[in-house]
Nanobody, 126 residues
Framework: QVQLVESGGGLVQAGGSLRVSCAAS????????MGWFRQAPGKEREFVAT????????YYADSVKGRFTISRDNAKNTVVLQMNSLKPEDTAVYYC???????????????????WGQGTQVTVSS
């Protein structure tokens, strides 16, 4: 059983930066790929970014490419999403998720992830 706990959300002005973290426990962290998703009010949960088992490969949604950076520290069992140049449309609850499928790390569908955190609110004011 894998437990994921996000932290670091908050309120920031447009153009600002915010860093959200996810701490994992249970299982072997380095054996599963990690992803970040977000869900705005009235919208479906959407893919933001994913990172491979070792952290050597990353993939981003077009909407955040060049502004967000995903990273992981397997020694500390954490994954981080650094968000820069934030826009009001980035406002959402941000979730980290673990993908235990060993065949592919680059998965963008919600249904491809096995474990989820409880989410952390990110609000960007204009």
């Amino acid at each position: 059983q894998v437990q994921l706990v996000e932290s670091g959300g908050g309120l920031v002005q447009a153009g600002g930066s915010l860093r959200v973290s996810c701490a994992a426990s249970g299982g072997t962290f380095s054996s599963y790929a990690m992803g970040w998703f977000r869900q705005a009010p009235g919208k479906e949960r959407e893919f933001v970014a994913t990172i491979s088992w070792s952290g050597g490969n990353t993939y981003y949604a077009d909407s955040v490419k060049g502004r967000f950076t995903i990273s992981r520290d397997n020694a500390k069992n954490t994954v981080v999403l650094q968000m820069n140049s934030l826009k009001p449309e980035d406002t959402a609850v941000y979730y980290c998720a673990a993908n235990l499928y060993v065949g592919s790390w680059r998965r963008v569908e919600v249904r491809s992830y096995d474990y989820w955190g409880q989410g952390t609110q990110v609000t960007v004011s204009s």
